[in-house]
């Protein structure tokens, strides 16, 4: 069965050129993910890749392909834990630190990126109705932790860095 999936640089050829069957594709393709986001990250992450590729928001040859799939993942948790929020009404500290962290990823991932690649990513962002962080957002998450604890040293931390990076990047 020839199939179509971008591997050693060919489509639907492995790099002997020898012609993939649909299996094989997937089981390479499972392979790259785990290699790039991790064993414990790989199932979702190839769940998204699909997803996305059916809505044509990813192809095999997006030279964005990992970093549209990483923004996925970290939308995806967003999400979770946003739903998690809503439906733990009694110890939400955990989920909000979680979110919190989330949201400074989300950010500092963009943020590391160079100018063009990030504009095809705020792109892509719109178009799959991507949530993405900010440190406004992470620190509304730590300030809601704060109400309940204020004396917790670990979220008061962390708003200082947060704090710290703003006043850097001014």
């Given at each position: 069965?020839?199939?179509?999936?971008?591997?050693?640089?060919?489509?639907?050829?492995?790099n002997s050129g020898e012609?993939?069957?649909?299996?094989?594709?997937?089981?390479?393709?499972?392979?790259?993910?785990?290699?790039?986001?991790?064993?414990?990250?790989?199932?979702?992450?190839?769940?998204?890749?699909?997803?996305?590729?059916?809505?044509?928001?990813?192809?095999?040859?997006?030279?964005?392909?990992?970093?549209?799939?990483?923004?996925?993942?970290?939308?995806?948790?967003?999400?979770?834990?946003k739903k998690d929020l809503?439906?733990?009404?009694?110890?939400?500290?955990?989920?909000?630190?979680?979110?919190?962290?989330?949201y400074l990823k989300s950010?500092?991932?963009?943020?590391?990126?160079?100018?063009?690649?990030?504009?095809?990513?705020?792109?892509?962002?719109?178009?799959?109705?991507?949530?993405?962080?900010?440190?406004?957002?992470?620190?509304?998450?730590?300030?809601?932790?704060?109400?309940?604890?204020?004396?917790?040293?670990?979220?008061?931390?962390?708003?200082?860095?947060?704090?710290?990076?703003?006043?850097?990047?001014?």
């Amino acid at each position: 069965l020839d199939v179509t999936g971008v591997l050693g640089g060919k489509k639907g050829f492995s790099n002997s050129g020898e012609t993939l069957s649909a299996q094989e594709v997937v089981n390479l393709e499972k392979k790259k993910l785990t290699e790039e986001f991790g064993e414990d990250q790989s199932g979702l992450a190839y769940q998204i890749a699909q997803d996305l590729k059916k809505r044509g928001l990813l192809t095999d040859d997006d030279p964005l392909r990992y970093k549209k799939i990483r923004l996925a993942i970290l939308s995806e948790s967003i999400k979770k834990l946003k739903k998690d929020l809503i439906k733990n009404k009694n110890n939400q500290t955990p989920i909000l630190k979680a979110l919190g962290l989330n949201y400074l990823k989300s950010r500092k991932f963009l943020d590391s990126l160079p100018p063009v690649e990030n504009l095809a990513l705020l792109k892509f962002v719109d178009l799959s109705k991507t949530i993405l962080g900010s440190y406004e957002t992470a620190i509304w998450a730590y300030n809601a932790i704060l109400q309940v604890n204020p004396l917790d040293g670990q979220t008061n931390l962390e708003i200082g860095q947060i704090y710290e990076e703003l006043k850097n990047e001014s």
